[in-house]
Antibody, heavy 121, light 107 residues
Framework: QVQLQESGPRLVKPSETLALTCTVS??????????WNWIRQPPGKRLEWIGY???????YFNPSLESRLTISMDTSKNQFSLRLWSVNAADTAIYYC?????????????WGQGTLVTVSS | AVRMTQSPSSISASTGDRVTITCRAS??????LAWYQQKPGKAPKPLIY???SLHSGVPSRFSGSASGTYFTLTIDFLQPEDFSIYYC?????????FGQGTTLQIK
């Protein structure tokens, strides 16, 4: 059974870059049946899909974030990562990584536990 | 982006009751609709996908239905562990979007 675990700094200063990693266990990030997603939840607000990486090179981002976002994969470490630059207080949120499947990449059937990232000086 | 609107925003019920939560999509999404349950401090737990299919391990008292752009989650014979927040989410159109959530609380 695939399991996901987020890691990265919990505090980021305004205008700097938020960088998170999701480590995949019980499966491979190179599995072409799986899509690897990032989702976030600001305090008291609804969940927001950030984007995904698939098959190492294919990505799709939420237009609201794509100008300052990248999602990549490290196959040697079985991980995928999120980088969001020029952050501000509105980027404070719990960040989750989640798995989707070929044909329904947005059907998130496995989630990481989430990590709270606070943007503050 | 497709706007997902849930109703009600909160609902009070008792153990053993039957409750229904509605989710409306602003555009057609076919049956690309999922439901999640979220407890405080935890990640969302997948319940239903494809509007009506239960994920493995989800009790059969949970069910989903679809009619056009209207979707419902029904929980029969509420159990104490069901009191939680429920979210709908569409994956029929980019960007994927979520409803605002419905809090199911004990009466």
């Amino acid at each position: 059974q695939v399991q996901l675990q987020e890691s990265g700094p919990r505090l980021v200063k305004p205008s700097e870059t938020l960088a998170l990693t999701c480590t995949v266990s019980g499966g491979s990030v190179t599995n072409t049946r799986h899509y690897w997603n990032w989702i976030r939840q600001p305090p008291g607000k609804r969940l927001e899909w950030i984007g995904y990486v698939y098959n190492s090179v294919t990505t799709y981002f939420n237009p609201s974030l794509e100008s300052r976002l990248t999602i990549s994969m490290d196959t040697s470490k079985n991980q995928f990562s999120l980088r969001l630059w020029s952050v501000n207080a509105a980027d404070t949120a719990i960040y989750y990584c989640a798995k989707g499947n070929y044909g329904t990449p947005g059907n998130f059937d496995i989630w990481g536990q989430g990590t709270l990232v606070t943007v503050s000086s | 982006a497709v706007r997902m609107t849930q109703s009600p925003s909160s609902i009070s019920a008792s153990t053993g009751d039957r409750v229904t939560i509605t989710c409306r999509a602003s555009e057609g999404i076919s049956k690309y609709l999922a439901w999640y349950q979220q407890k405080p401090g935890k990640a969302p737990k997948p319940l239903i996908y494809g509007a009506t299919s239960l994920h493995s391990g989800v009790p059969s008292r949970f069910s989903g239905s679809a009619s056009g752009t209207y979707f419902t989650l029904t929980i029969d014979f509420l159990q104490p562990e069901d009191f939680s927040i429920y979210y709908c989410q569409q994956y029929g159109s980019y960007p994927y979007t979520f409803g605002q959530g419905t809090t199911l609380q004990i009466k």
